[in-house]
């Protein structure tokens, strides 16, 4: 199903399978005292399918990265494509999912409403949206609050609405940054396995950015490894976990070899600062 | 159990208070006796309502009923209070009149009083309110995308706001002549410029997130103002439209005292204080009074309906 594909970096553009190209990508933020060389010289692939994880030390670029692909920044150099077309039109055919790092539900309306929101805004229809919202909103386990309104839950609670909200409109690339970050590590767990669970049965690309080396471990089929100052890709690891995965996992060589791989690439990269 | 004697003990209080106050001769004051009397239960009175105020703070069965007792207590003490002063002293009529005699004018000029409200109320207040509110937020809302209009129109509104009415008013009625029309001209200038510079700060309001997130979305222009900026902006509209109704009473009121048909009630006041019938001035300012704080009072009302979720109100409910 996913063909392994080494040379993930520097690879040329053009392939059918191929749902985020960046090419020689650049952004520079012009801040008042000196410019931010937020990301440097970027080349990446990501292939339909694909699960790819960000790590890295904060302020090396990894939101702004993932930013750029949903349109939400515009690079200052360099091109990148997404599904084949630009980020704006990939956009505009609503073709990707964002979850944000806090979770940006709306006060006045309930967890329901909330997940309806994406829905109401592209025309879907009733039953539709509801059929989604009680799939997903049980997925994360909020079936019974879906008539509260998120100032009556946990900070948890809401980053779960919100990643439900990304999940009703079951997009071809989704892109989660630092989605769990927030949660304490049982409810962590059971979202892993849940949107591993997702991912295998729909076959979507995945964008994820975490500060957690065994989540990426876990989740990733590429992982991503990213310094700062300027931001830029150190290294991108290809798993050589097997697709289908399980927390047992974690207690495996091959997920701890994996783990200290990650480890050393952002260590050696500090050596060089 | 608690309540119900206090309460019972605060009432007694109350009608002793009202019994003294109109069956003591005019002039009164002297007459040490009754007035010992009087100040006794007034201040038995507070302190049952102290009491009873308490009870508001523990959470009893109770609390909901004294919550609106004592404020009612309270209200009628004050005006048995300014009853007992001007009948004790015999305050002449034209420096204070007493309650009492204000009730019984108003009563006696129902018709006059309504008139009046009809013309400065229902036609220069309203109309103005309406078209200077609906200016202020039509206009906040094409100038949001704007800076260089925000730049431009923000100093000519506080340039506007601080021209004082006693200014305009004249030149109004120059204008627009000397109905009700000059005077909602005066609520409007008055109302636009609270109404614009609150909607732009609501509109302005948006967390950059939920902006991040329409956008997303694929949101179009109005589906991003209909179901993000407004309902933010709402917490910041209902605090110009709660001051606007203020504000636009005063503007009609005062605005009637240049120029006007011999009917509205500013025209009144300015017409009674001429002829020394102060009874009549006062019983229009209770008529301005009340439809004051019951327009306030719908305003909140509906406030707390549509902006439920705002931490300002939804602290208050649980
Ligand atoms: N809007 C912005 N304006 C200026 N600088 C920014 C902006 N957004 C991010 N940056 C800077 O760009 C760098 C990368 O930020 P970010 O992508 O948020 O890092 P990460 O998500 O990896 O922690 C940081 O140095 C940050 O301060
Ligand atoms: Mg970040």
Redesign the pocket.
Known sequence: MNALHPDVMNRPTTSGRSMVEVNNLSLI?E?NDAP?H?LSEINLTIHKGDFVS?I??????????L?VIADL?QATSGEIKVGGTSPNDARLNRMYGYVFQAPALFPWRTIRSNCALPMEISAQSKTHQHAQIDKYLQMVGLQDFHNKFPWQLSGGMQQRASIARALCLEPELLLM?EPFGALDEITRDHLNIELLKIWEATGKTLVF?THSIPEAVLLSTHIVV?S??P?RIVKVIESPLPRHKTLALRDTDAFHALASEIRQALAEDHQLD | MNTRILTLAALVCVCLQSVLVFQLPIGFYQQRFWLLLLALAVMACVYLMQRLANITSSRSAGAKFSQLLVPALFGFMVLMLWEAIVRGFNVPLVLMPAPSRIMSTLLNNLPTLWADFQQTYLKAVIAGYLMGCGLGFVTAKWVVRSPFLQKGLLPLGNFMASIPIIGIAPIMVMWFGFDWQSKAAVVVIMTFFPMLINTLAGLKSVDPLHADLMHTYAAGKSQIFFKSQLPQAMPFIFNALKLNSTLALIGAIVAEFFGTPIVGMGFRISAEVGRMNMDMVWATIFVAALAGSLSYGALALLERWVTFWHPSIRDKRS
């Open positions: 933020f801040a931010v937020a960000f890295g030390p904060s302020g090396c670029g990894k939101t702004t990265l930013r920044e940054d950015v990213m700062p100052r931001g």
